[in-house]
């Protein structure tokens, strides 16, 4: 007997009206945000102007332009620059620290070139914080903490508080010195800091990383790794599959250029010897003209792999070329002309070639798990090209999605043409899925059967199938079996290391059984691997609940709030409400409450929210704990 669902249990919401968010806060009320601040100055400026002034301006001028070239190439804003010093704002904290390192290092190298009276120097610090917004400039503790942390900078070093070191440490191939916590005048509480090693300044993704501990001649070998000054990240760099360009001219091909790219994208994904970029985010460049360098920066990619394809007739062309962006060098192009009967076989032969030059070392074993099996109806196959469009495509919106319905029906007419196919029959249940989710079925319990149904039938015709094992996950996480969904999902991951959503899957299966750290840290690989995914709503939302299951109120906050910006469902207003009243903030608190009561008339009493959330969740209390903060009075 099924358990009762997530969602669907009780008549579904409202139609929602239109949300205005965030809550509109008074006029006299200083707008406020984010930001990543870099602080920088010159060393010994003032001893320089006092030697020689306009020798010292005119190198001040010469580094001045380098600094802001950095600052202007990684996406910052200087608002502010009096006498020698710089202040910048990033809306990354990963961007503000590549612009440091970069600048940092391209004034070492004039530095090298001149005498030593022509050299200068910077200290730079690095915080991220809340500041207020006034005109075109910003103040507030999140600008006076970066000044304060650049004067604990060595010349021509960089030094960063812990909540940049916390949001770049998995991202960035760098290395840090624990500096402690230091005191600072006019700062409330004590910061901590860490100095940045400039030795290693790769801008690659930090994906399938294992720690390998650097030890100093100082450091006694007892120490255990958490003691140890710095640790670096030994990591391996990875890949993204732009969306190959349809040659042929007609845009009815568009949906057979796409299927290739994305069959390549899972076929490099099966190797595991390095992380591919999922095709979520590959794909919001399609159609775009793209510096390959920024590419490379947004999607955390260090190598990329670009194409075409034109077909024509029976006949098709396709060309790919493997480029290092970091260094903007072509390792590798061919092309290959082929009749459509051979299509399959070209798309492993691109796939195998690519993976050999980025991973030379690939085993045996996994070469053979490059070999899939295909339908043999290539009528099938288009159906299924068809349906997956419809599918990437969709709205993505509640209550309505036609783009759902259309994938569903093109994956039905695949399955009718070749029942073998277990591809289409695994998206068949994912469109089920996002059915439940996006609340579009009107009878759920029937929908969550269907969801298993497809994802059994995929896995007993391919039981390496990552998107049916996925699938089979999400279904017993809407049961409540959190256990036997985290199995399904590690099982996914297994077969396809790269798959996102399994990610997303495995780390709700670890958070509703109560494992919030381990699903903290499941959602954030997934964000990693998918960073402009156009369902990232929903991994800030998983995080939202790791978050909230750890006290961290304030972070959880910053998720709903992500969520909420990409997606305005009901549902989130009640994780708004929640969260609020936990910080006891009485009236914003009240408002999200109002406004998601009015969608949910029926919630009078505990068990009616149980009913309609996730079952046996570790998360639910604690957001029923919240909406009674925010002013939720449940008849007992």
Known sequence: MASKIYIQLIPPLKQPKTIVYPVNMPKSTPRRKLAAILAADVVGFSKKMGENEDRTLSNLKSCRAITEESIENHHGRIFGSAGDSIIAEFASPVDALLAAVEFQKNIRDRNNELDTSDQMEFRVGLNLGDVIVEGENLYGDGVNVA?????LAEPGGISVSGKIYDEVRRKL???????????????????????????????????????TPIESQNTPHSLNDEELPYTKEVKIPAIAVLPFINMGGDPEQEYFTDGITEDIITNLSLWRTFPVISRNSSFTYRGQSHNLKHVSSELGA??????????????VRITSQ????????????????????????VQDEVSEAIARRVAPSVTGHEQNRLIQKRPENFSAWEEYLQGLRCFNERKRTDFEDPGLKQASQHFKKAIELEPSHSDAHANLGLCCMWELVQRITSDSEKTLDAIMDHGRKAEALNNENP???????AAYFFRGEHLIALDYANRALQFNPSLAFSYFWLSLAQIHSGDFQQGESSILKGIELSPADPDLNHFHTALYFALLGQEKFDKALVSIDKSLHKHQQGLMLGFRAAVLGHLERGPEAKMALDRYLELRP?????????????????????IIEGLIKAGWTPKE
């Not at 009616?608 to 639910?620: E, G, L, W």
């Open 467 to 473: 998107l049916a094992l996925m699938s089979i996950s």
């Open 173 to 211: 191939d760098l290395s840090f010195v624990n500096r402690g916590s230091q005191e600072m005048k006019n700062i409330e509480e004590p910061v901590q800091t860490f100095k940045v090693e400039l030795g290693n300044t790769s801008k690659g993704l930090e994906t399938f990383s294992s720690k």
């Open 602 to 622: 029926n919630l009078k009493v505990r068990d009616d929210y149980r009913k309609i959330f996730v079952p046996n969740s570790a998360v639910a209390d604690i």
């Open 322 to 345: 493997l480029i290092d962006a970091e260094n903007d060098h072509h390792l590798w192009s061919e092309r290959w002309d082929r009749t459509l009967e051979d299509i399959f076989d």
């Open 147 to 151: 000044a304060r942390i650049e004067a």
């Open 302 to 315: 260090r190598y990329i792999v670009e194409g075409s394809v034109r077909k024509g007739g029976n006949r």
